[in-house]
């Protein structure tokens, strides 16, 4: 019964890193214990013929088994190495999938929300995109941060200084001039928009150059454990978070819902997928065998995680949409369709 062992060790709190972002320290709290290496160690067919997980991307010459390694011995601004192993756990294939879909682009590349830089580190040792990095911890300016590991089959650690600008996403006018970017990754953060995600969304459209590119992921809240936890009498929302109200999902999206909401702000969507973040079975569930026929239809969307590549090709629309807001007046609220 791995997925049931991994199911509960998922569970465990872990320790909060200090000046880490909340959604890395929710993941830390809720991610799993190192326990997980035990389970299967590539993406497969878990749930037997109603979901697998899509092939995983992996840098050429590199292994998975070597891609962990380095995670696991990461330390950010001198904490002790495997502080963020919960995260590894948790998060690792999602790594992977965000950098496949940029993974052949060139060009300037902005970052949101890096720290604590497995997604950056990819970025830059795997692709040729020029980084600019933007992190927010309650306050606006600069941060540089330190970042340690240990490279592949080397005795000796690197250390690098990673500098951000620091500012709030759905608040803030962002600190670029328009048509700057060629790609801007907005990657495990839409989830945490308290008021005005297309606030962010249109920002982002404004500092893309014309047709470039958004790589958008984001838990996906139709995913196969939420199906199955609504399915017996389980609540699927997020718990309040002790790191305030940006440490917790306040808004979860369907794969319907987050190509709407990029249409409507700009963007054509190129590619699309569901795909699970590390090892993962809702075998366990009782009722699974006698629902899964019922879900076949669905298989494509039933992944942890959305992961969209969209181009600025469109004009953002005045408003609000109104199958994602309400109890504005309503010549604000428009319809989508």
Request: glycine share 8%; aromatic share 10%; charged share 20%.
């Amino acid at each position: 019964m791995a997925g049931d062992a991994g199911s509960a060790v998922r569970r465990v709190a872990g320790k909060a890193l200090r000046r880490t972002p909340p959604s890395v320290q929710r993941a830390l709290r809720r991610g799993a214990s190192r326990l997980l290496t035990a389970l299967p160690p590539t993406p497969g067919a878990m749930d037997g013929a109603l979901w697998q997980s899509p092939p995983l991307p992996l840098p050429e010459g590199h292994s998975l088994a070597e891609i962990e390694e380095v995670f696991r011995s990461w330390s950010v601004n001198g904490q002790p190495v495997g502080h963020l192993d919960g995260y590894v756990d948790d998060s690792l294939w999602r790594f992977l999938y965000t950098w496949g879909l940029v993974r052949d682009l060139s060009g300037s590349c902005l970052e949101l929300g890096a720290n604590p830089y497995f997604t950056t580190h990819l970025l830059d040792e795997h692709t040729s995109l020029d980084l600019t990095l933007a992190n927010y911890y309650g306050e606006r300016g600069e941060a540089t941060e330190t970042v340690s590991y240990l490279p592949t089959g080397s005795t000796e650690r690197v250390e690098k200084a990673r500098c951000s600008t620091l500012f709030n996403v759905e608040e803030d006018t962002f600190p670029y001039d328009d048509d700057h970017f060629d790609v801007v990754l907005f990657c495990e953060m839409i989830e945490h928009m308290l008021m005005d995600p297309l606030h962010t969304l249109r920002e982002i459209r404004r500092v893309l150059k014309p047709g470039g590119v958004l790589v958008l992921t984001t838990p996906n809240v139709a995913r196969l454990n939420n199906v199955m936890a609504v399915l017996n009498g389980a609540n699927l929302y997020d718990p309040y978070s002790g790191f305030g109200p940006y440490g917790r999902h306040n808004r979860e999206y369907t794969r319907d819902e987050l190509h709407r909401v990029l249409a409507f702000t700009g963007y054509d969507v190129d590619e699309s997928l569901t795909a699970d973040g590390h090892p993962t079975t809702a075998a366990h569930w009782p009722h699974h065998a006698e629902v899964a026929p019922l879900l076949q239809g669905r298989r494509p969307d039933l992944g942890h995680y959305l992961f969209v590549r969209a181009r600025a090709t469109g004009v953002p629309r005045d408003g609000l949409p109104s199958f994602l807001f309400r109890s504005w007046p309503t010549d604000v609220l428009v319809d989508d369709a």
